[in-house]
């Protein structure tokens, strides 16, 4: 792609330059109706009020004008305000973000990823919406809106935890490292479904990959460098 004023590159995202993303399992609108950036998200989808921000992308609630169905969008700058390394690094990062999800497909324990938008500035992914909140700030990890007592039993957090851990399989199965398991990327559907979010440290490797990979640290650093992992008390 062409870099920008600030070194960062520019151009098309989402085309067959970069990492492809199976048909069968999703729909990426890069096709040239004269800007060379496709389908507008605009065309399809009403986009509402914000429902999450992280370091590098905005996640607000949309509207599908063709099937009435809420959504998440994430919507990720292509000239983001503090990533330091190369803007091709930061490319990729984007591209596998992106790519991880819209390849898994319809998993049980996965947000699931509908499309991908691309413009000038930005790209934008269509998900899955959760909106019951993350692993632990929820009131499903008690059970409470099955009538429990909102005390956690052995086999309610048993059975979080399997859900969780079907989660990473699924990914790995799929060739996807997740690279930052945390509750805080765990989050609730409405009907109360935990499902995994957030690929923007995923990494794509094949199983003859694994030994010849050089060992590196990935997380959250407060998360990686801690001797507990997991703030559970």
Same mark, same amino acid.
């Given at each position: 792609?062409?870099?920008?004023?600030?070194?960062?590159?520019?151009?098309?995202?989402?085309?067959?330059?970069?990492?492809?993303?199976?048909?069968?399992?999703? +729909?990426?609108?890069?096709?040239? %109706?004269?800007?060379?950036?496709? #389908?507008?998200? &605009? !065309?399809?989808?009403? /986009?509402?009020?914000?429902?999450?921000?992280?370091?590098?992308?905005?996640?607000?609630?949309?509207?599908?004008?063709?099937?009435?169905?809420?959504?998440?969008?994430?919507?990720?700058?292509?000239?983001?305000?503090?990533?330091?390394?190369?803007?091709?690094?930061?490319?990729?990062?984007?591209?596998?973000?992106?790519?991880?999800?819209? +390849?898994?497909?319809?998993?049980? %324990?996965?947000?699931?990823?509908? #499309?991908?938008? &691309? !413009?000038?500035?930005? /790209?934008?992914?269509?998900?899955?919406?959760?909106?019951?909140?993350?692993?632990?700030?929820?009131?499903?990890?008690?059970?409470?809106?099955?009538?429990?007592?909102?005390?956690?039993?052995?086999?309610?957090?048993?059975?979080?935890?399997?859900?969780?851990?079907?989660?990473?399989?699924?990914?790995?199965?799929?060739?996807?490292?997740?690279?930052?398991?945390?509750?805080?990327?765990?989050?609730?559907?409405?009907?109360?479904?935990?499902?995994?979010?957030?690929?923007?440290?995923?990494?794509?490797?094949?199983?003859?990959?694994?030994?010849?990979?050089?060992?590196?640290?990935?997380?959250?650093?407060?998360?990686?460098?801690?001797?507990?992992?997991?703030?559970?008390?």
């Amino acid at each position: 792609g062409r870099a920008g004023g600030d070194g960062t590159e520019t151009g098309r995202w989402l085309s067959v330059a970069g990492p492809s993303v199976s048909s069968s399992t999703s +729909s990426s609108k890069v096709s040239d %109706d004269g800007d060379g950036f496709g #389908e507008r998200l &605009e !065309d399809r989808y009403d /986009v509402g009020r914000t429902v999450g921000k992280g370091g590098y992308g905005v996640v607000r609630e949309a509207f599908c004008k063709s099937t009435g169905k809420i959504v998440a969008v994430k919507t990720v700058q292509k000239r983001p305000r503090h990533f330091t390394g190369r803007a091709s690094l930061y490319r990729i990062k984007v591209q596998t973000e992106f790519r991880a999800p819209l +390849s898994l497909g319809k998993r049980l %324990d996965v947000a699931y990823a509908y #499309e991908a938008f &691309e !413009d000038a500035a930005s /790209v934008h992914l269509v998900l899955e919406l959760c909106s019951g909140g993350t692993l632990l700030t929820s009131s499903y990890l008690a059970g409470e809106e099955r009538g429990g007592d909102g005390g956690y039993t052995e086999r309610r957090v048993a059975s979080v935890l399997r859900s969780a851990l079907r989660s990473v399989v699924q990914c790995h199965l799929h060739g996807i490292v997740y690279r930052d398991v945390k509750p805080e990327n765990f989050l609730w559907t409405e009907k109360g479904h935990l499902k995994l979010t957030d690929f923007g440290l995923a990494a794509f490797c094949k199983e003859d990959e694994v030994s010849r990979r050089p060992r590196e640290m990935s997380g959250t650093p407060h998360l990686t460098r801690s001797p507990r992992p997991f703030p559970f008390g």
